[in-house]
């Protein structure tokens, strides 16, 4: 009747979606309740394997799998804040591949989930140096889903944890992207960036060959 985390490593392999949504909602249930699960981190190794499969999940094709993968992975981000650091390189590139899903309430809650690693895991910029790959995604959809988590970011946390001169030239080329709508999620994440810095931008943006009038 009581489920550790060798029942969980063990569950979390299987591939039938039926299975899957059940051994997601025990998880779940599991790591809302330390005092039921003192055990999630006795082993490093086991940890490492459960966050992986689940990682597997966020990436599935499925997606109920999938927003229940988000779920659990955010459940572990509660469970064990900045020790979830470590995992931050394993779960963000299948977290920016489905800021590009086809599907809002699946690109809504990976963002979320980004915002939820700045907010318990580790500082935002050690995020966004992991996350900037992501204004070249093939997908249009995620590199669209990277120029607007960049807006959220500085909606929660201002201008200050960020070194937005590492960020402003991928919007800078985001602004010449082939798909309209990354180019206007560019430019609302500019603007965004002129709000908490001002005239710097207008400057910034000169030196780099943007016309005046754009």
Not at 101 to 116: F, G, M, T
């Amino acid at each position: 009747e009581l489920a550790g985390m060798d029942y969980f490593c063990d569950q979390v392999q299987q591939k039938d979606v039926g299975r899957r949504m059940q051994v997601g909602q025990e998880l779940l249930e599991y790591l809302s309740d330390p005092a039921r699960s003192p055990d999630v981190e006795q082993d490093q190794q086991r940890l490492d394997k459960v966050i992986d499969e689940l990682t597997a999940w966020v990436n599935s094709s499925n997606f109920k799998v999938a927003l229940l993968g988000l779920d659990v992975l955010g459940a572990f981000v509660d469970r064990l804040s900045g020790r979830f650091k470590p995992y931050i390189g394993t779960v963000l590139m299948p977290l920016i591949d489905r800021m590009g899903d086809a599907k809002d309430q699946v690109r809504e809650q990976a963002q979320n989930l980004i915002l939820k690693l700045m907010d318990e895991a580790a500082p935002p910029m050690y995020i966004w140096e992991r996350l900037a790959v992501g204004f070249k995604h093939k997908n249009y959809r995620s590199r669209e889903g990277v120029c607007l988590c960049l807006v959220a970011t500085l909606n929660i946390y201002g201008a200050q944890p960020l070194i937005l001169s590492k960020l402003v030239p991928h919007l800078c080329l985001a602004f010449g992207d082939s798909n309209s709508q990354v180019r206007d999620a560019a430019i609302l994440a500019i603007v965004e960036v002129y709000r908490h810095v001002g005239e710097k931008v207008r400057i910034d943006l000169a030196k780099r060959g943007i016309p005046p009038g754009r």
